[in-house]
């Protein structure tokens, strides 16, 4: 038994999840509200002890094991869930290699080294006539005492071995101060202060250990005005958005994150009431940001500032540069590559546009409600590229609306949803004033297929491992590990039977769910080739996992065409497993809204219904599964079934 399947035995998902979620028993299950989104009015929150797991029947509409639900509840990784559950559940993890050791006790040396540079620069703050006027100066920018406490604001005196001979005398050693990245090393030999005679904001990620700093210039003349910490094993600043510890618990509360461009626009903002921003430091917003945020909120909000992103967004295809805040690289708003990332994670990317030479912590302190109003205006991507471009041409002229189209037909063209990309459609061509058939002749150059685009489906999980449906879920993900583009077909066969195709949903447990997450990711990416993707980024606490599942694989060929019947039937009997779990999720749902106290009301009614309308259309789905089944797959005998 592995140490997951020993943690899953010793833990009682009841006890873990009722700790923060007030259940109520109903027949030999439990029900609350769930703590993913806004509810007070509907229990729509389950919980299933004899498989533990959970399921939400409202506004989320999600589900997992007690796995998935602390990663989503906290914000926690695979691996830092594990340890937190074998170490409740006692169930001893495997030791570190001591090059993992060796590692780990490096990261620590460097955090504590970081730790006491926070408290050196709160002292030169709070406690040295040199940090006065610098005090004075964030005071003056709107900022309260106990705002400049909450976010450990400091200040780095204007000395060159100020810091570094603090840390010395504590005893940090001159290699680690370096490796922390708060030195520079001179031309003629030796070190000094990398900061010096600048504000200081301590960069933490996301369970809040310091990771580095960002620092701004005290002398409006000085070069650069910001500046960063260089990369270290700890301080990767496409990985990291200031302020996310203390947003991420606010972001999933409003369901929102909002993504400004400094670090006095999050504090501001969190003074002012809107505690649910961050910031990518100045650095382009990459993919990794957005999964960081997409564990808290699939709704997230660009605060775009008006100079940069008006003429310049036409002017330069769409790319805007923004001002860097270290002046190491160019940032730039892709729309085009925000679609896909939309796309690809599933979310929904919107934009707002600042007022002309307003920030956003400005702009609070004069009128907050003006940030509210902005934020529920907020535009999509494609919508505010095309309000962009229609204001800078004349939308009389043939060529103005022929280049307008062609910058934003692209973007349309990479929009995962069908309906969607539709309305765009629609909606360019009313703007434009063109007959919509003219649009419809456009075909996208080279590019990455949408197939390996579209997002896989998050939403709910389904019931329980059972011994056969394990068994049918290791031969999936052990075939797909060997070869990726298999998915392929499956997604073929599936579309062949109206479904939607394949998704982390068939799969009953989180560590089973992350590998088809990987696999999947392999074809929407074109670095590498697929099969090599997924053997470098499976997460290490899953590899002996993939290992196991694939021992029995070595000499089986995958593309036989008897393999490939067996593979599309073990992957439709997952998705009728699934199907007949939700159902019976759903008649418990049902039953106990038709339990309840409010049964009669108008709002009960409709909520029956609408479990009564998902039924049937889950029903209607698995009876053409059973059909399939029996017919086109009922020969199929290579490898495993899980009838």
């Avoid at 810091?163 to 101060?177: C, K, M, N, T, W």
């Avoid at 921003?277 to 940001?289: C, I, K, N, Y």
Wanted: one cysteine or more.
């Amino acid at each position: 038994m592995s140490v997951i399947d020993q943690v899953k035995d010793r833990i009682d998902a009841v006890e873990i999840i009722g700790e923060t979620v007030k259940l109520r028993k109903s027949g030999k299950n439990y029900t609350g509200f769930c703590p993913f989104h806004p509810n007070k009015r509907t229990p729509a929150f389950a919980v299933f002890p004899d498989s533990g797991t959970w399921r939400c029947f409202g506004a989320c509409n999600e589900g997992g094991d007690i796995f998935s639900f602390l990663m989503k509840k906290e914000g926690w990784d695979f691996p830092e869930t594990l340890r937190y559950l074998a170490e409740r559940a006692g169930v001893e993890l495997e030791p570190l290699s001591p090059h993992q050791e060796e590692q780990e006790e490096e990261r620590e040396r460097l955090r504590e080294a970081l730790e006491a540079a926070v408290t050196f620069f709160r002292h030169n703050l709070l406690q040295t006539p040199a940090g006065e006027p610098v005090l004075a100066y964030l005071r003056s920018r709107g900022l309260k005492d106990e705002t400049i406490e909450l976010f450990e604001i400091g200040y780095a005196p204007d000395s060159w071995e100020g810091l570094y001979s603090h840390l010395v005398e504590r005893g940090f050693d001159e290699a680690d101060i370096v490796e922390a990245g708060l030195l520079s090393e001179r031309e003629s030999g030796g070190y000094y202060d990398r900061f010096r005679h600048r504000v200081m904001f301590p960069i933490r990620d996301v369970r809040g250990r310091v990771a580095g700093f960002g620092a701004r210039a005290v002398d409006p003349d000085g070069i650069p005005k910001y500046l960063n910490s260089p990369q270290t094993p700890l301080f990767d600043k496409g990985r990291l958005l200031y302020g996310l510890d203390k947003a991420r618990r606010e972001i999933r509360k409003l369901d929102q994150a909002v993504i400004v461009e400094g670090y006095m626009d999050v504090i501001g903002l969190a003074q002012a009431g809107f505690q649910n921003a961050v910031s990518p430091m100045g650095t382009a917003l990459t993919e990794p940001h957005l999964r960081l945020l997409k564990r808290y909120s699939r709704r997230i909000i660009m605060a775009m500032d008006a100079d940069t992103a008006g003429v310049q967004a036409t002017l330069r295809g769409l790319e805007v540069a923004r001002e860097s805040l270290d002046r190491e690289a160019d940032p730039v708003f892709d729309a085009r590559g925000l679609v896909r990332h939309e796309g690809r994670l599933d979310a929904d990317l919107r934009i707002v546009t600042l007022p002309e030479g307003i920030d956003p912590d400005e702009l609070v302190l004069e009128d907050p409600t003006a940030w509210t109003a902005m934020i529920d205006a907020a535009q999509t991507i494609v919508d505010y590229v095309l309000d962009v471009l229609a204001a800078q041409y004349d939308l009389d002229d043939p060529k103005s609306k022929a280049l307008i189209a062609r910058q934003v037909l692209p973007l349309i063209e990479d929009v995962a949803d069908p309906v969607e990309r539709e309305t765009y459609r629609q909606r360019l061509a009313r703007r434009l004033q063109v007959d919509e058939r003219a649009l419809l002749n456009w075909r996208p150059g080279t590019g990455p297929s949408r197939k390996a685009r579209t997002p896989a489906d998050e939403g709910a999980t389904v019931e329980g491992a059972k011994a056969p449906v394990s068994v049918v879920e290791n031969f999936c993900l052990a075939v797909l590990l060997k070869d990726p583009e298999l998915l392929y077909q499956v997604d073929r066969a599936f579309q062949s039977m109206d479904l939607d195709r394949p998704s982390e949903r068939d799969f009953t447990t989180t560590e089973h769910r992350l590998l088809y997450a990987c696999i999947r990711a392999s074809l929407e990416q074109d670095q590498e080739e697929p099969a090599l993707y997924c053997r470098e980024h499976i997460d290490e606490s899953l590899d002996e996992i993939a290992r196991q599942m694939m021992a029995g694989f070595e000499t089986v060929e995958v593309r036989e065409p008897r393999v490939l019947e067996e593979v599309n039937a073990n992957f439709f009997r997952l998705r009728k497993r699934r199907l007949e779990t939700e159902l019976n999720h759903l008649r418990f749902n049902l039953e106990d809204l038709q339990g309840g106290e409010d049964g009669g009301t108008d709002e009960m009614r409709q909520q029956m219904w609408q479990v009564t309308k998902e039924v049937q259309g889950l029903t209607s789905q698995k009876q053409r599964l059973d059909r399939a089944l029996k017919g086109r797959w009922s020969n199929s005998n290579v490898m495993v079934t899980g009838e």
